[in-house]
């Protein structure tokens, strides 16, 4: 990763170190501040600017954000993808409703585990694992906020030695996130955005980046793509096969429609792609308690409403959604009613029966679902 060497200042003083992120982190107010920060700006970024903010769950298919943060910005900004590398002269925000981590192997991973501190994305998960990622050559920025989110994180990025920077309390329209950060001593400095900006500009901002050799277009992030290849699962009972793990490689999403039983499951499948999850009648244990017992997501242009046991829906899915997924029964089922596309992918878990063991798929070709499934080897 390209970086920039700059003096920064630690917990023993200043020093010479490169820099090979920012990470920033913002709650209420944080639009207006990260606007007033990017105008700021000059150049590109020698490394890679990554931002988790906190939102409401349903927003980010549009991806308002990242197109707003670009214009201001003057550079390119995404949405964070598991298993991706971010990289310099970009921006990149946190997805909603997902915590943002940093691996050592300075790739993105995305998880659904519970929240921390009523939180998802969580500032400090985020600021903590960037901090193993790249250690001292980090600058951590904590601005408005109104929950202590993110002030025990810029405390472990300072303590790492990295350079730490509150939002001044004259400034932040929410003061509670950089108060309690300045309160622990996180902060090396407490500025104005706009001194955060002239900062930067100083240290990681360059006219160009170095052009490398090509090898070729790269894919479109799946939020770009026309069409969507989905991943269906729903019943594993505590047994994620291997042909399940094979069926689902290369899809843009997993959606798991409940009685996991097992929270390594989710773990295990959020390392093949991002992952959506809804409770079922067998899931018992913290884990399990933290996870909704609905949810309605929007992927491809197309509205999914998801159920564990479809006879507990208590809403009229016409009109509001184009699918309806739901498990329970252990019999894959594919039904169109009133235009709304019902898909029971089966069972991927322990045989029952005469049941068969079985995965689904749903491709979204601009916003027009349709749904397969298929048997698996057991």
């Known amino acids: 990763m390209l970086g920039s060497t700059a003096i920064i200042k630690t917990m023993e003083g200043n020093t010479q170190k490169t820099i090979s992120g920012v990470v920033i982190g913002a709650s209420a107010g944080g639009i207006d501040a990260l606007q007033n920060f990017f105008d700021e700006l000059?150049?590109?970024?020698?490394?890679?600017i990554i931002l988790c903010l906190h939102r409401h769950p349903t927003q980010g298919?549009?991806?308002?954000?990242?197109?707003?943060?670009?214009?201001?910005?003057?550079?390119?900004?995404?949405?964070?993808?598991?298993?991706?590398?971010?990289?310099?002269?970009?921006?990149?925000?946190?997805?909603?409703?997902?915590?943002?981590?940093?691996?050592?192997?300075?790739?993105?991973s995305l998880s659904v585990e519970e929240r921390v501190n009523y939180c998802r994305p969580s500032i400090d998960l985020f600021f903590e694992s960037a901090v193993d990622a790249w250690q001292d050559q980090l600058v951590g920025i904590l601005l408005t906020g109104a929950n202590a989110?993110?002030?025990?994180?810029?405390?472990?990025?300072?303590?790492?030695?990295?350079?730490?920077?509150?939002?001044?309390?004259k400034e932040a329209e929410a003061l509670e996130m950089p108060s309690a950060a300045i309160n622990m001593g996180a902060a090396c400095d407490i500025l104005h955005v706009k001194e955060i900006a002239q900062y930067l500009n100083k240290t990681i901002m360059v006219d160009s980046l170095p052009e490398k050799p090509s090898s070729g277009p790269l894919p479109p992030p799946a939020y770009l793509k026309k069409r969507l290849?989905?991943?269906?699962?729903?019943?594993?009972?505590?047994?994620?096969?291997?042909?399940?793990?094979?069926a689902l490689q290369g899809v843009d999403h997993i959606l798991h429609i409940g009685d996991i039983c097992d929270d390594k499951i989710l773990q295990d499948?959020?390392?093949?792609?991002?992952?959506?999850?809804?409770?079922?009648?067998?899931?018992?244990?913290?884990?399990?308690?933290?996870?909704?017992?609905?949810?309605?997501?929007?992927?491809?242009?197309?509205?999914?409403?998801?159920?564990?046991?479809?006879?507990?829906?208590?809403?009229?899915?016409?009109?509001?959604?184009?699918?309806?997924?739901?498990?329970?029964?252990?019999?894959?089922?594919?039904?169109?009613?009133n235009k709304v596309l019902y898909f029971n992918p089966g069972s991927a878990?322990?045989?029952?029966?005469?049941?068969?063991?079985?995965?689904?798929?749903?491709?979204?070709?601009?916003?027009?679902?349709?749904?397969?499934?298929?048997?698996l080897k057991t």
């Open 42 to 48: 000059q150049g590109v970024p020698s490394c890679p």
């Open 61 to 108: 298919e549009s991806h308002f954000l990242e197109e707003f943060f670009a214009k201001h910005a003057g550079f390119p900004f995404v949405e964070a993808h598991d298993k991706e590398a971010p990289k310099p002269g970009h921006g990149y925000v946190a997805p909603p409703n997902y915590h943002l981590l940093i691996e050592r192997d300075q790739t993105f």
């Open 229 to 246: 290849h989905i991943g269906v699962i729903s019943d594993t009972h505590g047994l994620l096969r291997e042909s399940a793990i094979e």
């Open 149 to 169: 989110d993110g002030a025990e994180g810029l405390l472990k990025i300072r303590e790492a030695g990295g350079h730490t920077i509150a939002q001044s309390l």
């Open 349 to 375: 878990g322990p045989p029952r029966a005469e049941k068969p063991i079985s995965i689904g798929f749903l491709d979204i070709d601009e916003g027009n679902p349709s749904a397969t499934w298929q048997h």
């Open 269 to 337: 499948l959020q390392k093949i792609a991002p992952l959506h999850v809804v409770r079922g009648n067998c899931d018992f244990g913290k884990w399990a308690e933290k996870l909704p017992m609905t949810e309605t997501v929007e992927l491809g242009k197309c509205w999914i409403y998801m159920i564990h046991d479809l006879s507990r829906m208590d809403i009229d899915p016409a009109g509001q959604c184009q699918v309806v997924l739901h498990g329970h029964t252990h019999m894959p089922e594919i039904q169109i009613i």
